[in-house]
């Protein structure tokens, strides 16, 4: 009855949420309360929750070594993320604490643990937004997962401190992991591309990064996030984080139903659930302040501190170890904050174009140096999104004896093309400044070779409203894509996969006729 109850209520849950525009995650929430309170009238196992909080154990490590293998050290070590981090964290202790002391009338101590607990924001709900929209690698996404990573920190120390528990002698070997870099990147070449690279990825995530640093009296989950960073260098990182794209998000469903599982509140705990709830407008406005007197643009800084409007899993660990008495209330709080963040962050760039005017009155005169718009040069041909598709335009372009300019969001992808010889800013296509700046005059097409559907979207109707009238190119994963990114300003769709499809049709065509082959491009 395990499998039947938990794997329908998460299905049907979430397929009615997202009918109503909502990310399943939300649905899987409600479906976590729900089995709470039918599940044991349905004949629910009494072992249901330990086993799905092992399932959401195991999706969480995986999540954090995949955000690794995406992660590079020198995002955390800036000074909005540090900065950040500490400073938000010091000032909403500082607010919480004497209010859980005013108005719940809890001791000190209590109450300091409760500001801390609800101070720290969902690194598993906001990777897992930003992944879904490709923005892992923005400069948004990068500064809002080093935040979280502070963070989690901060919470291990928490605690460390408040348990009693500490690192044993083992964990001196955590100063070795540099040496174990070779040896993992060895290990990725020779594990080849099927269920061993899989396999791979679970053993370094699960049993080394996860079991191995909990040996040695520290996070399982830092040590998951480790093991991915030491990967993160490696070209076939990109490749080992896709294989274990379906297992992770099977594995995560476990995570959000187990929040359910905590507990039913009562009306005290909905009281405080409520009360966190409307003060979580505080956290994402004193992070939006913060990364505004970073330096960040408006449109960063009100894009990171969306993803980092929520109160933490860590949150409800904390509470777990330390405050077991406020855990339900915590899991609900938890959970309104997943409810509203989750179709805030949904629409997060349309929100930003929505309140631009006012959002843009915060901004700096100087802003931050990975930022800076770029001038287009004596480019013909833009290409946003400098991925496989991208990079494969960007190659055709030049033999047609074009001259392309590749922009991408992420200043790693956009370094490899430039050593590599190629002409590729960094820019970001959702950004108005960018738009606001750049000079399109000499520009004769445009290509669409982002991921993310929302991109293409922003990308087609800030061409147009720009002035530019020439073609825009885009590609389509899905069928219902397409119609929307035409009415956005797009001139020509392609579906990405029937499209590859055709080509090798026409390459085996000409093959057997002894021709050369092409790359048409068909209009839809």
């Known amino acids: 009855m395990f499998e039947v109850i938990t794997i329908s209520f998460a299905f049907f849950f979430g397929l009615t949420v997202r009918q109503i525009g909502l990310p399943p995650l939300v649905g899987f929430l409600a479906a976590g309360f729900a089995i709470n309170l039918f599940g044991p009238g349905l004949g629910l196992p009494e072992y249901t929750g330990e086993t799905l909080h092992h399932v959401a154990h195991l999706g969480v490590l995986m999540l954090l070594f995949t955000v690794g293998l995406k992660l590079k050290l020198s995002q955390i070590a800036q000074p909005q993320v540090v900065g950040g981090a500490l400073l938000h964290f010091a000032i909403s202790v500082a607010v919480f604490l004497p209010g859980f002391k005013l108005f719940m009338g809890v001791d000190w101590n209590t109450a300091l643990l409760l500001a801390i607990a609800l101070s720290f924001s969902s690194t598993v709900l906001a990777a ?4 879904t929209k490709r ?16 963070q989690d920190i901060i919470a291990l120390v928490v605690l460390a401190v408040w348990s ?16 174990l870099r070779p040896v ?8 080849g591309h099927e269920e061993l690279l899989v396999l791979m990825g679970m053993l370094l995530s699960l049993v080394i990064g996860g079991m191995g640093f909990e040996a040695m009296g520290l996070s399982s989950e830092i040590g998951a996030l480790v093991m991915g960073v030491l990967l993160s260098t490696h070209n076939r990182a990109k490749e080992l984080s896709e294989s274990l794209w379906s297992l992770k998000e099977i594995f ?7 929040i359910g599982l905590t507990g039913l509140p009562d009306w005290d705990a909905m009281v405080f659930a409520v009360a966190m709830g409307i003060a979580l407008a505080l956290k994402g406005v004193l992070f939006f302040a913060l990364l505004i007197a970073f330096k960040l643009r408006a449109s960063s800084a009100f894009l990171s501190a969306l993803s980092l409007t929520t109160y933490s899993e860590f949150g409800l660990i904390v509470a777990a170890g330390i405050l077991p008495e406020y855990l339900v209330p915590l899991a609900i709080a938890v959970s309104i904050s997943f409810v509203i963040a989750a179709p805030l962050n949904r629409f997060a760039h349309r929100l930003f174009e929505r309140y631009e005017t006012v959002l843009l009155r915060f901004e700096r005169d100087t802003i931050h140096p990975d930022e800076q718009p770029h001038e287009m040069g004596d480019a013909d041909v833009l290409i946003f999104g400098m991925g496989r598709t991208g990079s494969a335009a960007y190659r055709k372009i030049e033999e047609e004896g074009l001259k392309p300019l590749g922009l991408d969001a992420d200043p790693y992808t956009v370094k490899a093309h430039q050593q590599a010889g190629r002409n590729v800013l960094f820019a970001d296509a959702e950004d108005s400044n960018f738009w606001h700046s750049c000079d399109l005059s000499r520009i004769k097409a445009a290509i669409l070779a982002m991921d993310d559907l929302e991109s293409k979207l922003i990308a087609a ?9 020439g073609p825009v190119v885009s590609q389509a994963l899905h069928e219902d894509h397409q119609e929307r990114i035409r009415e956005a300003g797009a001139n020509y769709t392609y579906l990405t996969m029937n499209q590859a499809g055709i080509s090798l049709a026409e390459h085996t065509a000409e093959a057997m006729r002894g021709g050369e082959t092409g790359f048409p491009l068909a209009r839809e």
């Open 128 to 131: 897992k937004l930003l992944e």
């Open 135 to 150: 923005e892992l690698g923005a400069f948004h996404g990068r500064t809002a997962i080093g935040i979280l990573i502070v």
């Open 164 to 179: 009693g528990q500490s690192p044993n002698i083992w964990a001196l070997l955590v100063f070795a992991l540099p040496f």
């Open 184 to 191: 993992l990147h060895w290990l990725l070449d020779f594990a």
């Open 252 to 258: 995560l469903v476990g995570f959000f139903l187990q």
């Open 461 to 469: 109707r800030s061409l147009r409203q720009s002035g530019f009238s």
